[in-house]
């Protein structure tokens, strides 16, 4: 089991236009920031960026390699997007357990997580929180 | 809804995640109902994704039915920006809760 102070396993995506159009059908989030080279010109990012959501799956999917079934059996998240990921952006993922919390009765393995880009700048930032019971089960 | 092979399969192939297969994976639940809101506003050039809160009840299986919900909880106009919160629910087909979430998008106020 994971203690305060670990790493979590560390996954690294690219941001391709493919991967953005996949994710666009597969969320049905046709936004055209994430699509339309014209329309993404004349927004603030000046480009296609992609989805918010698209990068938090890969927090997610760090969150269930550490810690199995017990993430979506019973999982909480905070996370704020900082900035966004371009097309041709290399995204990695960054987590550790920072403390274990009560919170009702409960014990909760406390975690920051989020990604960052190739220059090391943060994308997400946030906490998530898995009871701590159920990483104990997994683990056995 | 049913959560159908074929649609997790697609998301499962869009974010490149195979863990925990025959599991739906959880942001896929919050992606499909946000989805489904953003769907039916109208997303001016500057729209950002600003914020997510998610808590899991249960893991769904592929196959299980579930009812989807999005209600806008709070549109405002602050510092130049209209705030939209829209809280997310996911249920079970017994009326269980499976995922509640939180996201806020902001929008450039012309």
Same mark, same amino acid.
């Given at each position: 089991?994971? /203690?305060?102070?670990?790493?979590?396993?560390?996954?690294?995506?690219?941001?391709?236009?493919?991967?953005?159009?996949?994710?666009?059908?597969?969320?049905?989030?046709? /936004?055209?920031?994430?699509?339309?080279?014209?329309?993404?010109?004349?927004?603030?990012?000046?480009?296609? *960026?992609?989805?918010?959501?698209?990068?938090?799956?890969?927090?997610?999917?760090?969150?269930?390699?550490?810690?199995?079934?017990?993430?979506?059996?019973?999982?909480?998240?905070?996370?704020?997007?900082?900035?966004?990921?371009?097309?041709?952006? *290399?995204?990695?993922?960054?987590?550790?357990?920072?403390?274990?919390?009560?919170?009702?009765?409960?014990?909760?393995?406390?975690?920051?997580?989020?990604?960052? /880009?190739?220059?090391?700048?943060?994308?997400?930032?946030?906490?998530?929180? *898995?009871?701590?019971?159920? *990483?104990?089960?997994?683990?056995? | 809804?049913?959560? +159908?092979?074929?649609?997790?399969?697609?998301?499962?192939?869009?974010?490149? +995640?195979?863990?925990?297969?025959?599991?739906?994976?959880?942001?896929?639940?919050?992606?499909?109902?946000?989805?489904?809101? !953003?769907?039916?506003?109208?997303?001016?050039?500057?729209?950002?994704?600003?914020?997510?809160?998610?808590?899991?009840?249960?893991?769904?299986?592929?196959?299980?039915?579930?009812?989807?919900?999005?209600?806008?909880?709070?549109?405002?106009?602050?510092?130049?920006?209209?705030? !939209?919160?829209?809280? !997310?629910?996911?249920?079970?087909?017994?009326?269980?809760? !499976?995922?509640?979430?939180?996201?806020?998008?902001?929008?450039?106020?012309?």
């Amino acid at each position: 089991m994971l /203690n305060p102070g670990d790493s979590l396993p560390t996954l690294t995506k690219p941001v391709t236009r493919e991967n953005v159009r996949l994710y666009a059908e597969a969320s049905g989030d046709f /936004n055209p920031a994430h699509l339309d080279d014209d329309f993404a010109a004349n927004t603030q990012f000046g480009g296609v *960026i992609a989805h918010g959501m698209l990068l938090l799956a890969h927090v997610s999917e760090m969150l269930t390699q550490a810690f199995g079934s017990a993430w979506p059996e019973s999982g909480r998240l905070k996370v704020r997007f900082r900035a966004p990921a371009y097309l041709g952006d *290399i995204v990695t993922t960054v987590g550790s357990v920072s403390r274990v919390v009560e919170k009702e009765g409960v014990s909760y393995l406390e975690c920051r997580v989020g990604c960052q /880009n190739q220059r090391g700048e943060d994308l997400i930032t946030g906490e998530a929180n *898995i009871p701590a019971s159920l *990483i104990e089960k997994e683990s056995e | 809804m049913a959560m +159908d092979d074929a649609a997790v399969e697609q998301y499962r192939q869009a974010v490149g +995640d195979s863990t925990l297969p025959g599991y739906v994976p959880p942001t896929a639940l919050a992606a499909w109902a946000l989805g489904a809101v !953003l769907k039916h506003l109208e997303l001016v050039p500057g729209t950002v994704h600003a914020s997510q809160e998610l808590s899991f009840s249960r893991a769904v299986r592929v196959g299980d039915g579930v009812v989807q919900s999005a209600t806008v909880s709070q549109n405002s106009v602050r510092g130049g920006w209209r705030w !939209l919160v829209v809280d !997310l629910t996911t249920d079970d087909d017994q009326g269980n809760s !499976l995922l509640t979430g939180r996201s806020t998008v902001l929008f450039p106020e012309s």
